[in-house]
């Protein structure tokens, strides 16, 4: 492959040139994060912020199906957290390229970035199948495996793909609103909590922050979601993506999947390998 001497330059981040990018290196534009200011400042605000049916459901059909034969033979979780009649499944980005429209979702992405105010990374993506006679989780953050005191610039905002629709009686995600800015550990008392209720094809995004949980499945079908956890990208990753997505697999992706994946130098320092971006690893 034949690279032209600015996407050489790109890739060494120790070029003039490869400085000077990796503060503006996001993944959207600056216009499509302007356009999302309002969905920015209810996500501010509130700690949440639902994107109704942006997916097409012939699209919805299509990734429910993937995700049937994704999920086959998978064992049901063996705590209360993870959910006795509750499947999940992780390493989606070597597993399927039917999710990376969801996972690369430009209306998301700004938002995510635009929140932030910072490059992003993928941190895990995992499906949550959540089945019939399931009881509710427990209030939790989930971005609590980062030990720091609170109050504190947010680090993660998760995403929660309806891939069937999201209702109270299915187990609907429950979120306490504004619960992201509380400075205390521990879930408030008596918390008064709302239910994430969405059509299939939406999207919920949240900040790591927020205290939420999967609800109880009270109806006769699957209530099946995709999580999405974006950081940025300067925290450790929750999933290992390099040993989940080596380089061999993360070859064969869409660049813009590498660079959310991991494969580049962050804030011109850090994740090179031998003094090159890890992007030279997949040429
Ligand atoms: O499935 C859901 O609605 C939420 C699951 C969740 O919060 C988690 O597993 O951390
Ligand atoms: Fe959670």
Redesign the pocket.
């Known amino acids: 492959m034949v690279l032209k001497e600015s996407e050489i330059l790109a890739r060494d981040p120790f070029s003039p040139q490869g400085m000077k990018e990796a503060k503006t290196k996001l993944l959207s534009s600056k216009l499509d994060r302007k356009n999302k200011s309002k969905q920015i400042s209810n996500l501010n605000e509130n700690g949440y912020v639902i994107l109704e049916r942006v997916i097409n459901l012939d699209k919805v059909h299509s990734i429910f199906n993937e995700c049937c034969n994704l999920l086959y033979e998978v064992s049901n979780g063996s705590s209360s957290f993870s959910g006795f009649n509750t499947q999940r499944l992780f390493n989606l980005v070597a597993r399927t390229r039917v999710l990376d429209d969801l996972l690369l979702f430009p209306d998301l992405i700004a938002i995510v970035e635009g929140y932030l105010d910072d490059q992003i990374q993928l941190s895990v993506a995992s499906l ?1 199948n ?1 089945k019939p006679g399931e009881t509710s ?1 427990p209030l939790h953050r ?1 971005d609590s495996l980062y030990p720091l005191i609170r109050p504190r610039i947010p680090l993660t905002v998760n995403a ?1 793909w309806s891939i069937t629709k999201f209702t109270k009686e299915n187990g609907a ?1 429950h979120l306490l609103p504004s619960s992201h800015k509380l400075q205390e550990e521990s879930v408030p008392n008596k918390p008064i909590t709302v239910t994430a209720e969405m059509p299939a094809g939406s999207v919920m995004l949240y900040d790591g922050s927020l205290f ?3 609800g109880s499945n009270l109806s006769d079908n699957d209530r099946l ?1 995709l ?1 999405v956890v974006y950081s940025r990208a300067w925290l450790r990753q929750q999933e290992n993506q390099f040993l989940g997505v080596p380089p061999k697999i993360a070859r064969t992706l869409p660049r813009q999947m590498q660079k959310l994946v991991g494969y580049w130098v962050v804030n011109n320092f850090l994740g090179y390998l031998n003094n090159e971006s890890p992007s030279r690893l997949l040429d």
């Open positions: 949550i959540v989780q989930d929660m995600t939420h949980a999967a979601g999580s």
